[in-house]
Nanobody
Framework: VQLQASGGGLVQTGGSLRLSCVTS????????MGWFRQRPGKEREFVAA????????AYADSVKGRFTISRDNAKNMVYLQMNSLKPEDTAVYYC?????????????????WGQGTQVTVSS
């Protein structure tokens, strides 16, 4: 299973970005999906997760109400809509696929990882 994230960039505080992640080589609709990020000098942390059906989602407290995870099983895509961005959201963002249908925030729940996409929020 391969994952490819895209959509990162430079945005001002308060702006929005939409990250996308396309998967290939597996049955996408059977994977729970997640987004993680790694801020400068920090460990990789959980951002959001979505169940295989798309009906259930979970968020880190730091992004709740600002970020929305969604998926399109017909296109093998998962998205992360990021609104009201803050400088502390600056990080490399990673998408990941889990064999758990309703994944959570633990790294070891995810079997497959994509390369990261850089998000930089200027103040």
């Amino acid at each position: 299973v391969q994952l490819q994230a895209s959509g990162g960039g430079l945005v001002q505080t308060g702006g929005s970005l939409r990250l996308s992640c396309v998967t290939s080589g597996g049955t996408f609709s059977r994977y729970g999906m997640g987004w993680f990020r790694q801020r400068p000098g920090k460990e990789r942390e959980f951002v959001a997760a979505i169940s295989w059906s798309g009906r259930m989602a979970a968020y880190a407290d730091s992004v709740k109400g600002r970020f929305t995870i969604s998926r399109d099983n017909a296109k093998n895509m998962v998205y992360l809509q990021m609104n009201s961005l803050k400088p502390e959201d600056t990080a490399v963002y990673y998408c990941a696929a889990s064999l758990t249908v309703v994944p959570g925030g633990r790294h070891d729940e995810y079997a497959y990882w994509g390369q990261g996409t850089q998000v930089t929020v200027s103040s």
